[in-house]
């Protein structure tokens, strides 16, 4: 877990992700985690959760099983959802992951999913909730107008019962994004 | 520069200017002869202010809370009855946790902050009682600055969203008036608060003030931290309660890459459950999660039982029914009115019904985990979600034995409590692995251990199992009156230094409903033996005696053939005030029946004989608060939906509508979820539960698309909501599959029951 050391995150000297990579330094799995080049040059078999958390220090998702159950380590993978503690690092070279850390612009201005989370006041003890959001703006994503029967498609756990408020914000940010296109 | 107010022989009131600029007011138990010791949020100024607010020179607010939030919502609740008493300008507020405040005293640890607990719901009314002082002293010393600044009198200038306000419109910041008032003499006593009339924040609705760092992932609960150079430990935990390691194969777990080494940790001999690590164990030191949780694997530790195998729940239930019905053994009797046996001898009808609910885990968010940072010489960092920072503080002090200048304990927001965080089993793990030999290579690292979601559902401190029995006798104008309730347990109390007549009291409370409404009334209670470890669990001396209670009533009004809400309105009776035994009595039976009309109204009881969707109801008396639960099911091929839950709930006065509706919402849900599916079972001296598949948490399609709560408005003294949610629930649920599928279900949990009577 330490920031330096041979197992320690290699930067790559560019932030900008559009840019080609430079020449490898070490044998690694090239990856990009909110528009920040990496290489993880450790366990190929490490679960991601693992790499963001101790690794890179992106704490917002969350531990809270090991099998893909409980939805808190929720993040997009291109885009799609997937589960952070059951996604192998070996399976993410040349792929784009967004954490709940990634969501908000670079002004701080948030996801308008961010913003009904807050509106709805969707947070108990708000442990879930980063992997909820991410949830939601995968489903946003492939649903503009989602039914309850699709959010009910999702399968993160809220320890906390706070399903109806989710219900409610997801239901805001998909209105504010549809406003936000017209 | 500063001055104090004597509230009583323990308490005062101070406040302070601090170097900035800016007034600095606190309740603190201490002395007024206490040394400086600087609090990163106060600067250079005064600390030891216990619950306290600071106004800077640019008129924003800090407010620190005291009490562990661990989503209940305290953070948000106890800084507005703060800001309330001080007209403050809420956007200006800056919430910050306080960490656990203690300095020596005579031989004893003194608490600075006075409580700091989060459990039994009760942050609220204690902070009612005591919070609201220190907004009111601020407010005061700040009007008084104004008054000289602007030449008239104090009595003449009011305050509104962070200004002081004189007769004539003219206005001051508080930010400009901090310093002022800082310097001003103290009023020789407390400043009254304000009348109820005044109350610009108190009822009024706010989000959680944490929201924003929640939904951008920088809130930082205790699993997110380090402190410098941190390692991991993961432990291998004996699963036998009692029981003991076999074999290891430490090498192979050394051999694995970022392993630095594997200890053995234990409970240490005469230490109670939850302040000691809770069974044997192999800790496997590691550079980071991954490389810990393989070196545990490669372990292939196996166990063995202790002399006593945990038997299974159904052996427990067997033993509870032969004690039923074994007239020779002598239960603890927790409240015993009339006659019951001479009642039941009169009686026209007699029923009788046995209720079985199994052990529940807390199974929080967050799993446990903690943070410890030593320096073996001088001082201990420890950083952990609890809700009882003192008892962390105790296992740290035993294990070190440093004094309170040199333990320090951070409490950020938790993942999740429900009870589970009044233990700290896992604190100990972390101090007897930070105070081991270790390899030189991390000698004096910061140690993280992490908990599993594996290790939390097989090494919690479970909800006990229970078994009650009711006998009612009802006589020849239907009225019950004889009611002799029977409980079985294995207590929570039990090896915590309790002496054996009194360890029914965490079991269930003694003038719980519908005691003082039956003339024969008696309640006993009966011990179970078992190995596995438990605790409290959200409210829980309420709830399996509210599920057996209110889902007799429901039997009893079947028998009768009478309409259950309109039987628990007549049972209940004229509104009137019942003795009660425990914090917030006594039960004022006018509005538990109001909350019952109200359910009732809301989910259109009216349909409930003709309906085709079975309708239930409950209601509930939680520590002052009165619940009523109306629930809504459609029978489905293999089970029920839950299709429409509302909830009705006086609190007494709600200090935030929003917090106390996404409370009730929650644990509504949690009691529905846990009443549906979940179970802790063991087998072969082992819990068989271990992953969320085995103990399936209610999802979204699960549970019904909301919980519809009404919150009645009322005047009365504030009680607090995280728990009044739950014991109400599950009995209104099974009431309403009662009517939905003419089923009864007197097991939980109940969808593996109803697939079985079906």
Redesign the interface.
């Known amino acids: ?2 920031q330096q ?1 041979p ?1 320690a995150p290699v930067p790559v000297p560019t932030a900008d992700a559009h840019q080609p990579a430079p020449r490898p330094v070490r044998e690694g799995i090239d990856l990009v985690v909110n528009d920040k080049r990496y290489r993880h040059t450790g ?1 190929a078999s ?2 991601l959760l ?1 790499y963001l ?3 890179l ?11 893909g ?2 939805g ?1 380590c929720t993040v997009l993978v291109d885009g799609k959802a997937v589960q952070a503690c059951a996604t192998k690092m070996e399976k993410l070279a040349g792929k784009r992951v967004t ?3 990634g ?2 612009d670079g002004q701080g201005n ?1 996801h308008p ?2 913003q009904a ?3 709805e ?1 969707a ?8 992997g909820q ?1 991410m949830a939601a703006v995968d489903l946003l994503a492939r649903q503009k107008n989602p039914s ?1 029967a699709d ?18 914000a997801i239901k805001r940010a998909a209105a504010a994004m549809k406003d936000a296109k017209a | 520069m500063s001055g104090e107010i004597q509230l009583s022989r323990r308490r005062f009131l101070k406040f302070a200017s601090c170097a900035a600029g800016g007034l600095i007011i606190g309740v603190s138990t201490a002395s007024a002869l206490e040394r400086p010791a600087p609090v990163a949020l106060l600067g250079d100024a005064w600390s030891q202010l216990g619950p306290y607010l600071r106004i800077a020179a640019d008129g924003r607010i800090f407010i620190g809370v005291r009490d562990p939030d661990n989503g209940e919502g305290t953070s948000t609740s106890l800084a507005r009855l703060i800001a309330d008493e001080l007209d403050a300008d809420w956007s200006r507020v800056i919430v910050e946790p306080l960490g656990l405040g203690v300095e020596a005293g005579n031989g004893e640890p003194r608490w600075t902050y006075g409580r700091q607990h989060s459990g039994d719901a009760d942050s609220i009314p204690a902070a009612w009682a005591d919070l609201r002082q220190a907004g009111a002293l601020a407010r005061w010393l700040i009007f008084q600055a104004a008054a000289r600044r602007l030449g008239v009198p104090a009595e003449q200038i009011h305050g509104a969203n962070g200004m002081a306000i004189a007769a004539d419109g003219r206005r001051l910041a508080y930010g400009d008036l901090a310093s002022a008032a800082a310097a001003l003499q103290a009023p020789t006593t407390a400043p009254p608060v304000k009348t109820a009339d005044h109350y610009t924040l108190i009822g009024q609705g706010v989000g959680d003030v944490n929201a924003r760092d929640i939904v951008t992932g920088q809130l930082k609960y205790a699993i997110d931290q380090t402190l410098g150079d941190t390692i991991v430990a993961v432990l291998a935990r004996c699963p036998y309660p009692g029981g003991t390691l076999d074999t290891a194969d430490r090498e192979a777990a050394k051999r694995v890459s970022g392993v630095y080494d594997v200890i053995d940790i234990g409970p240490e001999t005469g230490q109670q459950p939850g302040y000691t690590p809770q069974a044997p164990g192999l800790a496997v030191l590691a550079k980071d999660t991954w490389s810990a949780l393989q070196g545990r694997a490669a372990l292939k530790a196996t166990w063995k039982p202790g002399a006593f195998v945990e038997t299974g729940t159904g052996a427990l239930e067997q033993q509870a029914l032969a004690m039923f019905d074994n007239e020779t053994v002598v239960p603890s009797t927790a409240r015993d009115d009339g006659d019951v046996a001479a009642a039941r001898k009169k009686a026209a009808r007699a029923l009788e019904a046995t209720y079985f609910q199994p052990w529940v885990a807390h199974a929080t968010a967050e799993p446990p985990n903690c943070l410890v940072r030593l320096d073996p010489d001088t001082s201990v960092t420890v950083i952990a979600a609890t809700q009882a920072p003192r008892q962390a503080y105790a296992v740290v002090q035993r294990l070190t034995g440093f004094t309170p200048e040199q333990i320090d304990i951070r409490v950020p927001r938790g993942g999740g409590g429900f009870g589970r965080r009044l233990h700290h089993d896992q604190v100990a793990e972390a101090m007897l692995i930070a105070l081991a030999k270790k390899p030189d290579e991390i000698r004096n690292r910061t140690i993280r251990v992490m908990w599993t979601r594996d290790d939390d559902l097989t090494h919690d401190f479970y909800r006990p199992m229970a078994v009650h029995r009711i006998n009612a006798s009802i006589d020849a104008k239907k009225r019950v009156v004889g009611w002799h309730q029977r409980m079985a347990s294995p207590s929570i109390q039990k090896g915590r230094g309790v002496p054996d007549e009194r360890l029914w009291q965490s079991e269930m409370m003694p003038d719980a409903l519908p005691a003082g409404l039956v003339p024969n009334f008696r309640s006993d209670w009966y011990p179970l033996e078992s190995q596995m470890l438990r605790g409290e669990w959200r409210g829980s001396p309420h709830v399996t005696p509210t599920f057996a209670t209110e889902s007799f009533i429901d039997e009893i009004a079947h028998s009768l053939k009478a309409n259950p809400l309109d039987y628990r309105l007549s049972l209940l009776g004229e509104g009137r005030q019942l003795p009660y035994n425990g914090r917030g009595g006594p039960i004022d039976t006018a509005r538990l029946a109001n909350v019952l009309r109200l359910a009732a109204e809301r989910i259109d009881w009216s349909r409930w004989l003709r309906s085709e969707n079975g309708l239930g109801i409950a209601c509930a008396y939680v520590w002052g608060a009165y619940i009523a639960h109306a629930v809504e099911v459609i029978p489905t091929t293999d089970g029920v939906d839950v299709t429409r839950v509302v909830c009705a709930v006086d609190v007494g006065r709600p200090i935030n509508p929003t917090g106390l509706q996404g409370q009730i919402a929650g644990a509504t849900m949690d009691a529905l979820s846990t009443a549906l599916n979940l179970a802790i079972t063991v087998k072969d001296g082992q819990v068989q539960q271990r992953t969320l598949r085995d103990y399936p948490l209610a999802n979204s399609a699960q549970m019904p698309n909301e919980v519809e709560v009404f919150i009645v408005p009322s005047t009365a003294e504030p009680t607090g909501a995280s728990v009044m949610g739950v014991p109400s629930a599950a009995p209104a649920l099974a009431n309403a599959v009662f009517r939905a599928t003419a089923v009864r279900v007197r097991r939980l949990p109940l969808l593996r029951e109803l697939a079985r009577l079906r």
């Not at chain 1, 917002?60 to 090991?66: P, T």
């Not at chain 1, 947070?123 to 980063?130: A, D, E, R, S």
């Not at chain 1, 959010?151 to 409610?168: A, F």
Request: charged letters at 25%.
């Open positions: 877990m330490a050391g197992n366990d490490m679960p693992w958390r101790d690794e220090r992106l704490t917002g998702a969350k531990y809270g099983c090991d099998s159950e409980c808190f954490t709940v850390e969501l908000a948030l999913v961010q989370w807050i509106t006041d947070t108990l003890c708000g442990y879930c909730q980063p959001l309850d959010i009910d498609k999702i399968t993160n756990l809220c320890r906390c019962g706070s399903y109806g408020p989710i219900r409610k």
